[in-house]
């Protein structure tokens, strides 16, 4: 199992592009998680999402939208980036109803 | 809100040396759980504490949730350089569904010494 995959590892992107970040689990998961890691701050939950069909906002979600597309894949998506997305992003699974989360390796993203 | 105080946030230690880092909430956490991240990667489960008293070890790791609830220690025994990395404490807030979100710490550097 290759338990939590992202895509891409990193990412350049200027100021106003858009792009997705990829998720996916093989582990079966109901619940998947996307986070921003910034120095000194630990990881802030930026979406998330219950079981297939359901998504919700976390604690950081302006400038952000998700899609969880099947119940293995769960993208966020940047419409326009601005400097302040500058981050290292995580996605996140778990089973129903358990506080285990299990990380995918991240993404790195320079917005410029 | 919830929230985590993790300390120290950073600890620069020689090898072979034991380790102790702490995390305390002005909120009462039902779970408590321990994450290292190495350097470059995501982060990975050490160890999960579910009982006010509970003792956990994981090799030379060993975690403890607090009596009143508001917080956990970990400690690391004859540190070796593997050890580094940034060591997370996590709970869980209110729960949405079926989903758990979690509240971490910012996290403790830790750093071995050769």
């Known amino acids: 199992n290759a338990g939590v995959t992202q895509t891409p590892k990193f990412q350049v992107l200027k100021t106003g592009q858009s792009m997705t970040l990829q998720c996916a689990q093989d582990?079966?998961?109901?619940?998947m998680y996307w986070y921003r890691q910034d120095p000194g701050m630990g990881l802030r939950l930026i979406y998330y999402?219950?079981?297939?069909?359901?998504?919700d906002k976390g604690e950081v979600p302006n400038g952000y939208n998700v899609s969880r597309l099947n119940k293995r894949e769960f993208s966020l998506r940047l419409e326009s980036a601005a400097p302040s997305q500058t981050s290292v992003y995580f996605c996140?699974?778990?089973?129903?109803?358990?506080?285990?989360?299990?990380f995918g390796p991240g993404t790195r993203l320079l917005v410029l | 809100g919830q929230q985590l105080n993790q300390s120290p946030q950073s600890m620069f230690i020689q090898e072979g040396e034991d380790v102790s880092m702490n995390c305390t909430s002005s909120?009462?956490?039902?779970?408590w759980l321990w994450y290292k991240q190495d350097p470059g990667e995501g982060p990975v489960l050490l160890i999960a504490?579910?009982?006010?008293?509970e003792l956990t070890s994981n090799g030379r790791l060993t975690a403890q949730f607090g009596i009143t609830r508001k917080d956990s220690f970990l400690n690391i025994s004859a540190s070796i350089p593997s050890d580094v990395g940034i060591y997370f404490c996590?709970?869980?807030?209110?729960?949405?569904?079926?989903?758990?979100?979690?509240?971490f710490g910012s996290g403790t550097q830790l750093t071995v010494l050769p």
């Open positions: 999402s219950a079981s297939e069909g359901t998504t």
């Open positions: 504490l579910y009982k006010a008293g």
């Open positions: 909120s009462i956490f039902n779970t």
């Open positions: 996140a699974s778990s089973k129903w109803d358990q506080e285990t989360q299990y």
């Open positions: 996590a709970g869980p807030r209110v729960s949405s569904g079926s989903a758990r979100q979690l509240t």
């Open positions: 582990m079966n998961h109901n619940s």
